[in-house]
Protein backbone atom coordinates (compact mmCIF):
# COMPACT_ATOMS: atom_id res chain seq x y z
CA UNK A 1 0.00 0.00 0.00
CA UNK A 2 1.44 3.33 -1.57
CA UNK A 3 2.17 6.36 2.04
CA UNK A 4 -1.08 8.23 0.22
CA UNK A 5 -3.75 5.43 1.43
CA UNK A 6 -1.81 4.92 4.76
CA UNK A 7 -2.26 8.36 5.46
CA UNK A 8 -5.40 8.95 4.21
CA UNK A 9 -8.15 11.01 5.76
CA UNK A 10 -12.00 10.69 5.55
CA UNK A 11 -11.54 13.43 2.91
CA UNK A 12 -8.87 11.68 1.40
CA UNK A 13 -10.96 8.73 0.79
CA UNK A 14 -13.77 10.37 -0.99
CA UNK A 15 -11.79 12.48 -2.99
CA UNK A 16 -9.84 9.08 -4.47
CA UNK A 17 -13.63 7.24 -5.09
CA UNK A 18 -14.69 7.26 -8.60
CA UNK A 19 -18.45 7.26 -7.49
CA UNK A 20 -19.15 4.31 -9.13
CA UNK A 21 -21.45 2.59 -6.52
CA UNK A 22 -20.50 -0.87 -7.34
CA UNK A 23 -19.49 -1.56 -3.48
CA UNK A 24 -22.92 -0.53 -2.71
CA UNK A 25 -24.72 -3.82 -3.76
CA UNK A 26 -25.51 -6.35 -1.48
CA UNK A 27 -23.13 -9.26 -0.94
CA UNK A 28 -22.51 -12.26 0.28
CA UNK A 29 -19.81 -13.48 2.62
CA UNK A 30 -19.50 -17.68 1.83
CA UNK A 31 -16.58 -19.57 3.28
CA UNK A 32 -14.67 -16.46 2.99
CA UNK A 33 -15.38 -15.48 -0.22
CA UNK A 34 -17.67 -12.27 -1.29
CA UNK A 35 -19.91 -12.68 -3.82
CA UNK A 36 -21.53 -9.29 -4.83
CA UNK A 37 -25.03 -9.49 -5.96
CA UNK A 38 -27.33 -7.68 -8.46
CA UNK A 39 -29.12 -6.21 -5.43
CA UNK A 40 -28.76 -2.64 -4.46
CA UNK A 41 -28.94 -1.24 -1.36
CA UNK A 42 -32.17 0.56 -0.28
CA UNK A 43 -30.58 3.97 -0.02
CA UNK A 44 -28.59 3.82 -2.97
CA UNK A 45 -30.29 6.42 -5.61
CA UNK A 46 -29.49 3.94 -8.32
CA UNK A 47 -29.36 7.56 -10.70
CA UNK A 48 -27.07 9.70 -8.87
CA UNK A 49 -25.10 5.87 -7.64
CA UNK A 50 -24.86 8.29 -4.22
CA UNK A 51 -26.12 7.26 -0.90
CA UNK A 52 -29.39 8.97 -0.27
CA UNK A 53 -28.55 8.78 3.71
CA UNK A 54 -25.14 8.89 3.74
CA UNK A 55 -24.93 11.44 7.10
CA UNK A 56 -26.98 8.71 8.90
CA UNK A 57 -25.99 5.77 7.34
CA UNK A 58 -24.73 4.22 10.33
CA UNK A 59 -28.21 5.00 12.13
CA UNK A 60 -29.92 3.92 9.00
CA UNK A 61 -28.50 1.36 7.81
CA UNK A 62 -26.10 -0.02 10.25
CA UNK A 63 -23.84 -2.44 9.29
CA UNK A 64 -22.68 -0.31 6.51
CA UNK A 65 -18.81 -0.60 6.67
CA UNK A 66 -16.71 2.64 7.16
CA UNK A 67 -13.45 2.25 5.13
CA UNK A 68 -10.27 1.76 6.71
CA UNK A 69 -6.86 1.26 5.30
CA UNK A 70 -6.91 -2.36 7.00
CA UNK A 71 -10.37 -3.46 6.44
CA UNK A 72 -10.45 -3.12 2.71
CA UNK A 73 -7.33 -5.51 2.40
CA UNK A 74 -10.56 -8.22 2.88
CA UNK A 75 -11.95 -8.39 -0.30
CA UNK A 76 -15.01 -6.86 -0.13
CA UNK A 77 -14.65 -3.77 -2.33
CA UNK A 78 -14.39 -4.81 -6.98
CA UNK A 79 -10.94 -5.42 -8.15
CA UNK A 80 -11.25 -2.20 -10.10
CA UNK A 81 -11.90 -0.03 -6.84
CA UNK A 82 -9.25 2.71 -7.13
CA UNK A 83 -8.77 1.75 -3.21
CA UNK A 84 -7.77 -1.88 -4.12
CA UNK A 85 -5.92 -1.28 -7.50
CA UNK A 86 -2.97 -1.56 -6.28
CA UNK A 87 -3.00 -3.83 -3.31
CA UNK A 88 -0.67 -7.07 -4.37
CA UNK A 89 -2.73 -10.14 -3.89
CA UNK A 90 -6.31 -8.87 -3.02
CA UNK A 91 -8.34 -11.19 -2.95
CA UNK A 92 -10.97 -9.90 -5.34
CA UNK A 93 -14.89 -10.86 -5.04
CA UNK A 94 -17.05 -12.40 -7.10
CA UNK A 95 -19.37 -10.57 -9.48
CA UNK A 96 -22.46 -11.22 -11.30
CA UNK A 97 -20.95 -11.34 -14.51
CA UNK A 98 -17.72 -13.26 -13.82
CA UNK A 99 -18.12 -16.90 -15.44
CA UNK A 100 -18.81 -19.26 -13.16
CA UNK A 101 -16.56 -22.42 -12.89
CA UNK A 102 -16.54 -24.52 -16.25
CA UNK A 103 -18.08 -27.29 -14.82
CA UNK A 104 -21.52 -25.25 -14.54
S1 LIG B 1 -16.41 0.59 -5.44
FE1 LIG B 1 -14.76 1.99 -4.84
S2 LIG B 1 -14.83 3.66 -6.35
FE2 LIG B 1 -16.79 2.57 -6.47
S3 LIG B 1 -18.18 3.68 -5.08
FE3 LIG B 1 -17.26 2.00 -3.90
S4 LIG B 1 -15.46 2.92 -2.91
FE4 LIG B 1 -16.07 4.29 -4.59
Same mark, same amino acid.
Given at each position: MNKQKTQNTQ? &?? *??? !??? =??? =? =? %???? &??????? %?? *??? !? *??? &? /? *??? /? =?RVYADRDTKRPGCVHLTDENIKKGFLPADCPYVADIEGYPAPSMPDDDGPDDC
Open positions: K &DW *ESI !CSK =CAQ =C =C %YEKI &DFEGHIY %YT *EIP !C *EFL &D /L *ETK /L =C
